[in-house]
């Protein structure tokens, strides 16, 4: 059965640094999504990208994110100038339309120190 | 402000038994509402999806229902396994893409 990928599964990083975290969403899904979830925390939504642009984001996506689908197969976050407090599970999911289910990868741990 | 609220906060029943967990939520436009189960340190997987119109639907011993006049959901488990212990997650659609996720239910079966 497709599965949605996630590498690395842990990332540790200097505050200040950047951190690129990066997904394989199910091959014939057309949107795609990442979460975070802080420890303890509920998961929350980050942003949503459909046909090459961003569709929604959340007030936690600001400038220090960005998404981008480099190619035709990965889908990457990027995260400029970790803070302390970018310490969480990142998930990706993928939907093959919006509104329908959404497939959550195994999710990335980064530990901002 | 969009919200979903889960209750109870954690669970804990014999290996076998049955329990429900409740789910109310306040988000508009709501589009659908969805449950989901999440293994510790895991992704969520997707259990089921309830649009409006529907009041019930079940996946295998899972059975969830909505009643979108008073904005609540219940998630009915049947039958426990030890396996059936995670975190379970009441998540409201809004919108076509934004996902408003509750806290979850901590469910803990055992033997």
């Known amino acids: 059965e497709p599965e949605v990928t996630q590498t690395p599964s842990h990332q540790v990083t200097q505050m200040g640094q950047e951190v690129i975290l990066r997904c394989v969403p199910i091959?014939?899904?057309?949107?795609f999504y990442w979460y975070r979830q802080i420890l303890g925390q509920k998961v929350e939504f980050l942003v949503s990208?459909?046909?090459?642009?961003?569709?929604?984001k959340s007030e936690i996506f600001d400038d220090q994110f960005s998404v981008e689908r480099p190619d035709g197969s990965n889908f990457t976050l990027k995260i400029r100038s970790t803070k302390l407090e970018d310490s969480a599970m990142y998930f990706c999911?993928?939907?093959?339309?919006?509104?329908?289910?959404?497939?959550f990868g195994p999710g990335t741990r980064l530990l901002v120190l | 402000k969009n919200q979903v609220e889960q209750s109870p906060q954690s669970l804990i029943i014999l290996e076998g038994k049955n329990c429900t967990l409740q789910?109310?939520?306040?988000?508009?436009?709501?589009?659908?509402l969805r449950w989901y189960k999440q293994d510790t340190g895991r992704g969520p997987v997707s259990l089921t999806i309830?649009?409006?119109?529907?009041n019930t639907k079940s996946n295998g011993r899972y059975t969830a229902t909505l009643d979108a006049d008073t904005k609540q959901s219940s998630l009915h488990i049947t039958a426990s396994q030890l396996s059936d212990s995670a975190s379970y997650i009441c998540?409201?659609?809004?919108?076509?893409?934004?996902?408003?996720f509750g806290t979850g239910t901590r469910l803990t079966i055992i033997p």
């Open positions: 990208f459909y046909n090459n642009e961003i569709s929604e």
């Open positions: 309830m649009t409006f119109s529907e």
């Open positions: 091959s014939n899904h057309l949107y």
């Open positions: 999911a993928s939907s093959r339309q919006g509104g329908e289910t959404q497939y």
């Open positions: 998540v409201a659609l809004f919108g076509n893409e934004k996902l408003t």
């Open positions: 789910c109310n939520y306040t988000v508009s436009p709501f589009s659908n």
